[in-house]
Each structure stands twice: as structure tokens, then as C-alpha cells.
């Protein structure tokens, strides 16, 4: 291992594993720094969160999500794309940096409560076991005194740091020693692990009872009004355009030397040879003159267009515009901005200006790869919602889908209060075999679904029925344990000392995850979202 780490000591990934195994040692002092109440910040122009009278600092927030970004490049920075901005924001790193300074902020709050306290022999204790101030395996004061002066750090913020520190875990560990699994909690985790059970069920999908929906003409009425936006017609417009070609008068440019170079100069990205280098002057000057020559052109067309347009503008004649400019203007008729006429296909500028002005205003000049248009709103019809006679089809089809999907999830909530029962008449049941729990959620002959697994495993023959029905897919099940057949007592006994010790993790986790939110929620707690959003 030392071996690999020797040869790979100047790689990024090796960089970013010592990174983060000296901020871990650091500990909280950049969290900390600048103390306040209970180890935080207390004030200051910016602020991360506040926590009822605690302030979060800016820099305390941006070190706790350096940090925690570290962690993820070093996990991520080899893989396909590394850490991306969209991967970055879909782990919410952010969020997941101020919930940690926020629970840090309630666990030292906690600790007063709980009567935790940290001695200094504790801190002194702690701070000796570190191998980063270790030599040949003891402490070693000057290492300490040494490391923490190349980073900036004073004993004592350390040492205070290092106390909020083991406060937080003592505080954490007090939480979590409390847990404890009980026999009859180890003896339910045996049977749900190794019981089977078989069940009875019926299910419902709406695609299967569609047919039966037979909706009214004021429900489909009801519905197009309702979702008026889906059926409207798409607005149209309708113009008369110019379109001047700037290329007729490319051959009468004057363009100089000075031009040329000039031109070259600004647009180099035009001349790059395969190497993407740029390529000499000398060798493209032809080029150059052309392109310029046609620039230029494209600039006077262009100029005299405006020119013409805003002196006439207030008559809105474009004929007037056209004869002064010795074009000719072209109509079309009314259409959607999904189906221009042919002659304007992909002049999505022009096309999305059109759509912006007023009937009667004009608009331009505006310059594509075609030439230079100047144009004219003759007629705007705006959006309006259709007729149902138009749409009664695509209505039906989806009024149709939803009151099915209603009378779906209806009868599968009365046929799960049946099946409460014993009267299970009129109810077309159907049976699973009888099989065993599964941390994926495997149902056989129903689906997947690990929410409904759980649920199902708590069935007991005094309380045989889900409460209420579940979907899986695009179908409702009602359900009945119809058997539980036990796993023998005779083999709990001598596991449940081993089931204990191994749900015991689990319970501490969801012990102090209830104590922090049981907390947060009573906290006033004001976060910057700004930085959240970034």
C-alpha cells in the first residue's frame, strides 16, 4: 500500500485522499473559527443560518461544503465525467453542508440538556492519540506546536476546537446509548426474516376499467374549461416582407491593407489550420479580402436599411420602405410559429420577432444567413381555447383516463375494508405462494414494491388486513394475509443475541435522526437560501 502511495503521491486522486485526512484531524476549527455561542459565530454582516439566537457564519458554511466536496471529488473525480455541476446538485451537497453545521449547532445546544460536558484531560487525551502529532507512536509536543503554525493555527483555537469537537460525538453517543433492542423487538425482526406468508388479494387498473366510464357532456365541458391551456389553438400571424442580399454589392467594396489585416486580426478563429493554430496572413490573405469584402457589404446593406426604416417608420408603410430601398415585399398568411411558410423556414429570429410586434407594427432590419429582412405584421390571431367539438376525442380520451384511474383507487378502498372482514363475497381473489421476506421487495405475482413488503410482514392473523390499499404501477391491490407460517422458537433463542447486536446500529441511526428532527423542529431556524441555489 505505502508502495502504491509513493508512486502515485503526485496524482490528483492521492491529493485529495491527504486533503481530506488532514482536515479530519484538523477537526472542527474551521467550522468554529471566530466562536460565539456554544462554539459558533454570534454575528457579522453575512450569515449561512441562524439558529435561534447561534449565527452560522459565511466562511463556516463554505468550509464545512469544501469539505464535504473534497469527499466527493475523491470518490468521484476518476469516474466517467468526474463531479459535474448536474451531479454535484443532484447529491445537493450544499444542502447536505448546512444541515451538518446545523445539527452540529443543536447537538452543543443538546449537550446542556443531557448534562455532557468534555474535560480538558479529555481534549488533552484526544489530541495526543492523533498520528498526525505522533512520533515513533507518542506525542510529540514541538510536531504539534510545528504543524499547527504552518496552518495559521493557535493552540488554543485548536484545543477549543477540538473540545467542540468531542462534544458533538459525546453528545451523539449519549443520544444513541439509549437505544436499546428488546427481546420482543429481536423476536419480531426473527419472524419477519424467517416466517412466510401467503396472501389473498384483488387488484384494480384503471386502463382495464376505462371502458366502463361513460362521461357526461358537462364533465367533458367542465374538463376543457379546466384545462383550457392543453386545448388552445396556437396563436398565428401573418406578414409581408423584404429580404435584401447584401452579395450584389460585395464586388464594389474598397477594402485596404489596413482593412484587411485589421479584419484578419479580429476574426482568426475563421483562419485556423488543423492543428487549430492560426494560419499566416500571407496564406489567406484571398480569403480574407473576400470575407472582409462581404463584411463590409453586409454593413452597408445593413446600415441603409435602418437608415430607410427609421425615417419612415411612423407611416408603417413597408411598401414605402421597399421602394425606397428598390426591393420588392412578399405576403404570407396566417400561420403558428411551428409552421412558418415554407420561404421562412429556419429564420427562427425573424419568425420569433413576428410573433412579438403588434398587427400593423413594422419590424428590423434583422440579418440572417439569407440577407437582411425588413417586414410587417399584416394580422395577429391570438391563442383561443377550441371548441369542444374540435378536441371531443382527446377530451373523452382523457377525462376517460382520469375517472378511471379514480373509480380504480374507489374500489380498491372498498375492497380493502371488505377484506377486513370475513365477508370476501363478490371479491375475485387471487393468491401469491407462500414466500419469504425480501430486502428488495419482491412480491411474487404482484410486483416490487418494498414499502408494501414492510407493510405486509406486520400482518398477523388478529390484524390480517392493509389498512388501506397500495399501488404498484399503474394498479391497485388490496390485500389479506390468508397464512403466516412461524419459524420455529427453538431456533430464536440462540440468535437473538446476534439479532440484538445487529439492529442495534440501525436503531441508534433512527434514534438520533428523531432526536435532531424532533429539534429542528423546534428551533427557529432562518436559512440564506441564496447559497443554497448557486
Known amino acids: 500500500m505505502l508502495d502504491l502511495i509513493r508512486k502515485k503521491k503526485e496524482s490528483l486522486i492521492i491529493k485529495v485522499v491527504f486533503a481530506v485526512i488532514v482536515l479530519s484531524f484538523i477537526g472542527t476549527i474551521f467550522l468554529v473559527w471566530g466562536k460565539g455561542e456554544e462554539g459558533f459565530g454570534t454575528g457579522g454582516s453575512g450569515y449561512a443560518a441562524k439558529v435561534d439566537r447561534t449565527t452560522i457564519t459565511l466562511e463556516q458554511y463554505q468550509n464545512s461544503y469544501q469539505r464535504l466536496r473534497e469527499i466527493y471529488l475523491q470518490l468521484f473525480g476518476q469516474a466517467a465525467g468526474g463531479l459535474t455541476p448536474e451531479l454535484e446538485k443532484q447529491l445537493n451537497i450544499r444542502q447536505a453542508a448546512l444541515d451538518r453545521l446545523i445539527e452540529s449547532v443543536l447537538l452543543t445546544k443538546g449537550a446542556k440538556e443531557l448534562g455532557v460536558k468534555v474535560s ?131 464586388a464594389s467594396q474598397q477594402v485596404t491593407a489596413e482593412e484587411q489585416e485589421s479584419f484578419y486580426r479580429k476574426n482568426l478563429d475563421r483562419y485556423l489550420g488543423s492543428d487549430n493554430s492560426p494560419i499566416p496572413f500571407e496564406k489567406v490573405k484571398d480569403r480574407v479580402l473576400t470575407d472582409a469584402k462581404r463584411s463590409k457589404a453586409n454593413k452597408a446593406v445593413f446600415e441603409k436599411a435602418a437608415d430607410t426604416l427609421y425615417q419612415n417608420i411612423n407611416s408603417a408603410d413597408l411598401q414605402l420602405v421597399a421602394s425606397k430601398l428598390g426591393a420588392k415585399t412578399s405576403d404570407t398568411g396566417l400561420f403558428t410559429a411551428a409552421t412558418p411558410p415554407q420561404a421562412l423556414a429556419g429564420e427562427q429570429t425573424l419568425l420569433q420577432k413576428a410573433f412579438e410586434l403588434k398587427a400593423g407594427e413594422l419590424g428590423g432590419p434583422l440579418e440572417t444567413a439569407k440577407g437582411i429582412y425588413i417586414f410587417k405584421v399584416k394580422e395577429k390571431k391570438p391563442a383561443e381555447l377550441l371548441p369542444l367539438s374540435q378536441v371531443r376525442a382527446t377530451v373523452e380520451q382523457q377525462v376517460r383516463a382520469a375517472k378511471a384511474a379514480e373509480l380504480a383507487k374507489q374500489k380498491a378502498v372498498e375492497a380493502q375494508k371488505q377484506l377486513a372482514t370475513t365477508n370476501q363475497s363478490g371479491l375475485k381473489l387471487q393468491s401469491t405462494p407462500a414466500f419469504g421476506y425480501s430486502a428488495k421487495g419482491d412480491l411474487p405475482g404482484i410486483g416490487n414494491s418494498q414499502p408494501m413488503m414492510e407493510e405486509l410482514f406486520k400482518l398477523t392473523a388478529a390484524a390480517p388486513a392493509l389498512s388501506e390499499p397500495m399501488m404498484i404501477g399503474n394498479r391497485w391491490y388490496a390485500v389479506r394475509l390468508k397464512q403466516r407460517i412461524a419459524a420455529t422458537e427453538a431456533d430464536f433463542a440462540g440468535q437473538k443475541e446476534a439479532l440484538k447486536q445487529r439492529m442495534l446500529p440501525q436503531r441508534q441511526e433512527d434514534a438520533l435522526k428523531s432526536w435532531l428532527k424532533e429539534r429542528r423542529d423546534k428551533a427557529k431556524i432562518v436559512v440564506n437560501q441564496a447559497l443554497l441555489e448557486q
Open 120 to 250: 480538558k484531560d479529555e481534549v488533552a487525551a484526544a489530541i495526543a492519540a492523533m498520528p498526525a502529532f505522533q512520533r515513533n507512536g507518542a506525542f510529540d509536543l514541538g510536531l504539534y506546536q510545528q504543524t499547527l503554525k504552518m496552518s495559521r493555527i493557535t493552540p488554543n483555537d485548536f484545543e477549543d476546537s477540538q473540545k467542540t469537537d468531542l462534544l458533538i460525538a459525546k453528545t451523539r453517543k449519549t443520544i444513541m446509548d439509549k437505544v436499546q433492542v428488546s427481546d420482543d423487538d429481536a423476536k419480531a425482526q426473527y419472524h419477519k426474516e424467517r416466517d412466510r406468508i401467503e396472501l389473498s388479494y384483488v387488484s384494480f387498473s384503471p386502463a382495464e376499467l376505462a371502458a366502463s366510464v361513460k362521461p357526461s357532456e358537462a364533465e367533458l365541458d367542465d374538463y376543457l374549461k379546466s384545462n383550457a391551456e392543453k386545448f388552445k389553438s396556437p396563436e398565428k400571424v401573418a406578414i409581408s416582407y423584404l429580404l435584401l442580399d447584401p452579395s450584389s454589392q460585395v
